[in-house]
């Protein structure tokens, strides 16, 4: 069951991915690419990383994605424009070339044997044990405690920079 | 300061004067500094006053480089007294510590037995080859010092007065005091690179000298004659030096004594060519003479000093220095000795047919070299150097005596007006009524080249004729065979080439005293009034060379003739010269046979004093007419006043072709038709390869982040293809 | 799972690299870099059931980073279109040549 649930998920995925990159409206793209991450998330708790997924709900789908329909919207770039929007035929052909190139060439690269250094479920008894923020957080405030800071600190500088960068410029500016 | 002082045992001349024998090229390098210094300084604050200023007479020629002429106020350069005081001046302080030296070297005697070597720095130390930057004195190097700085002090007093008026006077001096400075380190190198150093040096200053007057196009054409002919001669110099660094490892003098046996007599020969034709380049010989007549456009004392007394000299120096491997070349000596005999012929014939004063002198500056050289050739280094030493009195005599001559011609042209040509003897004549100092002087110096006993010149010609003759009945060069001809015969032949070239000496050296001194005078009515001795500052050296010149046989006199201490200078340069000199003899110390020693002075003598008798008899001064005015020459005197057409040979033979090869075949064939077109062009040009890459290449900087994006993934493609292939 | 996995994010990876190739509206590139880092994330997710949780601390700060990333890339598109009026790609070339 799970395995029937886990591609159906993934299909889905992928499905409103490639609908990201075809439609020519800018925000059914954005919209396409929420249902693609729901789906991402639901493959995130398939693989028992329950607090991830909904991480990916809430960060990437709730957040991001918000702020991407924000600028859209801001931009008036609702309705498809007239101009193309995207390379001619020709291109597109080549960029399915050059894509199906990359992906035969990833595939040809990764084969090589796992070595697994944990046991198949041993996530998911942790996870019964602790509650599904614990494994995670273990690590995060331990051993990667640093990174955790440091990315607090871009976080900072992220938002600042935003501010700079988005604000209303003075009237002086030539716009 | 010295990595070591003397090789090996203590030398008897460490705690001397000798000590100081570094100080000797540096006393004129720094008079060459601070002479260049004040000209340097006074071109580029030329005020109005100053002589060469454009004001000052209409000639824009601040630095000298004009011929002294016609529109010109005698006015001093600003720097004239103290210049004076510094260009002779460092000469007398060099001359001071050479004799100082000298004296230092008489004490130490007999003792004396190998060269006094100062090293200074390690120069190349290039894998084997260990050349230092080193000093050597002994008996020759102090004789040749003696006579450059002794004579080139003289030549430096007498400039004083014959350049006063040049507008370039510290550049004239301060070239001087370079051109001695690097003689010396010519003359004093412990190896050959050294001394190359120095023959290099002497040959640039030679330029610069010969082209003072640089802004006459001629002249600046005889000094790049002279320097680029000199240079053919260097590439001899410079294969016989690799020669010996490929077949012996050393180029130190010493080292090369010590091993010149080890070397395959096929090898020594080759060694000792190449050096030779070094020395025609340097000491004008065949083939590489023509410069030296062109050189007189120089400066008088130039030529006195350069290419009279010392620089040509070199020549004669390098082989002497070198005996030990000529010494073991029959043939190479055999070459030198003819090719010195017909040099001194060859000279000779056109000497008597030229009408410069200074040409002349020049011609015979040729055919005394080739003496010199027919004497180191024959196995007699002594009397080559000493003919090199008496030729440094009487010629630089009669050269600046032809200066004193020149500056009263002058002078009175000047007063006149007279645009004739100062040098030409036609234009002279009957001088020595209004000279007399001079003609005396002139007259001495004549008597001394041309032989007459007991002036200098006879006792080192003859000694080096009569030297020709003995090696000819017995010695390794008479047993050699030249081109075939048995060594013998070759040498009593340049035996008779030297009496027929002495003979014509005395004929050409003779007219020119006739034609200047004797006779009516053909200057013109009115300069006669302006005739007159040239200032004490430049008769007083004229009359210690006279001096010089008179005494200066006693160096080196042969026992036949017993008028005081017999050989000194044969004594003198035993310890450098007297092996090889042995091993010519065929180790034997030739016994002197009285009666056919006398049959040979008489010989030479007789020749002479016909030679004298002949010039008087047959020429007639009265006959002459002023230059303007003269018929141009016929049949074989044309020949020989235009020098055989040599230097016309030589400019269709050599020059010509070179030319129309480096400019039609190499400058636009070559470089502009192939490289300029297909590489130059063709690369980088309008239409070039660098040009279409570069249009494609721009491609790729579109500013378009697309294209980026694209570049990027393609680049990726490829690095994982990379992976992908492995 | 993990076979399936790598080859679902391989593939979504694959459709963002195509998406960056073909569009022209920078929102639209954006997007598809977004689409990018979540393959990663999905590859990172799959790995951490055999190596262990540091899998998932690290797709946590790849989301971290990708919000900040997000932020910053969207005010640099509104400053874009205040100067040039336009979000096309093509339109922004001031370092041609």
Redesign the interface.
């Given at each position: 069951m799970s395995s029937f649930l886990?591609?159906i998920f993934?299909s889905l995925?992928?499905i409103f991915?490639?609908a990201?990159?075809i439609n020519r409206n800018?925000v059914a793209?954005?919209l396409s690419?929420v249902v693609?991450?729901l789906g991402?998330a639901a493959?995130?708790m398939?693989?028992?990383?329950f607090?991830?997924g909904i991480?990916?709900v809430l960060?990437?789908a709730g957040?991001?994605m918000v702020?991407?329909l924000f600028?859209?919207m801001?931009?008036n770039?609702g309705h498809p424009?007239e101009?193309?929007?995207?390379?001619g035929r020709g291109?597109?052909l080549v960029?399915?070339a050059?894509?199906?190139?990359?992906?035969a060439?990833?595939?040809?690269?990764?084969r090589a044997h796992?070595t697994?250094?944990?046991e198949?479920g041993y996530?998911a008894r942790?996870i019964e044990y602790t509650g599904v923020v614990a494994?995670?957080a273990?690590?995060?405030f331990k051993e990667?405690l640093l990174?955790f800071e440091v990315?607090s600190v871009?976080?900072l500088?992220?938002?600042v920079?935003?501010?700079?960068?988005?604000g209303r410029?003075a009237p002086t500016?030539?716009? | 300061m010295f990595l070591q002082e003397v090789t090996g045992v203590a030398h008897p001349l460490t705690a001397t004067a000798a000590r100081w024998m570094w100080a000797l090229p540096l006393l004129p390098l720094l008079g060459f500094v601070l002479n260049g210094a004040l000209s340097i300084f006074s071109a580029y604050h030329a005020g109005p006053a100053d002589p060469g200023a454009p004001e000052a007479h209409g000639s824009h020629d601040v630095t000298g480089g004009g011929h002294d002429d016609h529109h010109h106020v005698a006015v001093r350069h600003r720097f004239a007294t103290l210049t004076s005081i510094i260009g002779p001046g460092v000469m007398v302080l060099a001359f001071g510590l050479a004799v100082a030296i000298f004296m230092a070297m008489q004490r130490a005697g007999p003792e004396l037995r190998t060269p006094f070597i100062q090293r200074y720095y390690e120069w190349m130390p290039v894998g084997d080859l260990h050349i230092d930057a080193a000093f050597q004195l002994d008996q020759l190097s102090m004789v040749m010092i003696l006579v450059i700085t002794g004579v080139g002090m003289l030549i430096h007093i007498f400039s004083v007065g014959y350049m006063q008026d040049d507008p370039g006077y510290p550049r004239y001096f301060s070239y001087l005091n370079l051109f001695v400075a690097f003689m010396l380190v010519l003359v004093m190198g412990a190896s050959y690179p050294v001394m190359f150093v120095g023959w290099e040096g002497v040959g640039l200053c030679s330029y610069l000298l010969i082209g003072f007057w640089y802004l006459d196009k001629a002249n600046a054409d005889a000094g790049k004659k002279a320097f680029i002919m000199n240079r053919i001669g260097d590439f001899g110099f410079l294969v016989a030096m690799f020669m010996l660094w490929a077949n012996i490892g050393t180029l130190e003098f010493d080292g090369v004594r010590g091993q010149a046996t080890a070397l395959g007599s096929n090898v020594v020969t080759w060694i000792c060519l190449f050096f030779f034709l070094g020395c025609t380049g340097k000491s004008a010989q065949i083939p590489l003479y023509t410069w030296l007549p062109d050189a007189m456009a120089g400066p008088t004392p130039v030529s006195a000093l350069i290419h009279a007394a010392t620089m040509v000299t070199a020549g004669v120096y390098l082989i002497a220095r070198s005996n030990f491997l000529f010494a073991l070349s029959p043939t190479a000596s055999l070459t030198v000795v003819v090719i010195g005999a017909l040099t001194a012929i060859f000279a000779a014939s056109i000497g008597l047919k030229q009408w410069d004063i200074k040409k002349v002198l020049a011609y015979s500056t040729v055919s005394q070299l080739g003496y010199m050289f027919v004497g180191v050739g024959a196995g007699a280094y002594v009397s080559g150097v000493f003919h090199l030493v008496t030729h440094a009195f009487f010629k630089a005599l009669l050269f600046l005596g032809s200066g004193s001559v020149i500056f009263a011609m002058h002078r009175a042209y000047h007063a006149t007006h007279n645009e004739d040509d100062a040098q030409d003897m036609r234009n002279m004549g009957g001088l020595r009524r209004y000279m007399p100092w001079t003609f005396v002087l002139m007259f001495v110096a004549t008597l001394a080249i041309a032989g007459i006993f007991p002036f200098a010149g006879f006792f080192s010609k003859d000694e080096i004729l009569g030297t020709l003759f003995i090696r000819a009945r017995g010695s390794t060069l008479a047993d050699a065979n030249w081109l075939g001809i048995p060594g013998g015969i070759v040498l009593y032949a340049c035996y008779a080439l030297g009496l027929a070239a002495a003979f014509m000496t005395a004929v050409y050296m003779m007219r020119m005293l006739i034609y200047v001194f004797f006779g009516p005078n053909r200057s013109g009515e009115r300069e006669r009034d302006f005739l007159g001795e040239a200032p004490w500052i430049m008769t007083a050296p004229l009359i210690v060379l006279g001096v010089l010149s008179t005494v200066g046989g006693w160096l080196n006199l042969p026992e036949s003739i017993k008028l005081g201490r017999i050989g000194l200078l044969d004594r003198w340069l035993e310890p450098v010269v007297g092996e090889s000199t042995l091993r010519i003899t065929h180790g034997a110390v030739p016994k002197v046979n009285l009666p056919l020693e006398y049959v040979l002075i008489g010989v030479a003598l007789a020749i002479a004093v016909a030679g004298i008798i002949v010039a008087w008899i047959v020429l007639k001064p009265a006959d002459l007419v002023p230059k303007r005015e003269a018929k141009p020459e016929e049949g074989f005197e044309r020949v020989l006043a235009n020098k055989y057409y040599v230097d016309e040979i030589y400019d269709d033979t050599v020059v010509r072709p070179t030319v129309a090869v480096s400019r039609d075949l190499l400058w636009q064939g070559i470089d502009e038709g192939l490289i300029d077109t297909t590489l130059v062009n063709g690369i980088g040009g309008s239409k070039g390869i660098a040009r279409i890459v570069g249009k494609i290449g721009s491609l790729l900087q579109s500013g378009q982040v697309g294209t980026y994006a694209w570049v990027l993934i393609v680049g990726v493609l490829f690095v994982l293809g990379a992976f992908t292939i492995r | 799972m993990l076979a399936e996995s790598l080859f679902f994010s391989a593939v979504l990876f694959t459709i963002g690299v195509v998406g960056v190739l073909t569009r022209r509206n920078a929102i639209i590139v954006f997007m598809c870099v977004e689409l990018m880092l979540n393959a990663v994330n999905l590859t990172f997710v799959a790995f951490s059931q055999v190596y262990g949780v540091g899998g998932q601390v690290f797709v946590f700060f790849v989301m971290t980073v990708a919000a900040a990333e997000a932020a910053v890339g969207l005010a640099i598109i509104i400053a874009l279109f205040r100067h040039r009026q336009t979000v096309n790609l093509q339109n922004v070339n001031l370092l041609k040549g």
């Open positions: 886990f591609w993934a995925m992928l991915g490639a990201v990159i800018p793209s954005a690419l693609s991450f991402l493959l995130f398939s693989l028992d990383a607090f991830i991480i990916q960060v990437y957040a991001i702020v991407f600028v859209i801001l931009l770039l424009s101009i193309a929007d995207a390379r291109w597109k960029a399915g050059v894509g199906i190139a990359l992906l060439q990833i595939f040809a690269l990764t796992v697994p250094r944990i198949p996530l942790q494994p995670v273990g690590p995060l990667y990174a990315t871009l976080l500088a992220a938002i920079g935003a501010v700079v960068l988005g410029r500016d030539a716009g | - | -």
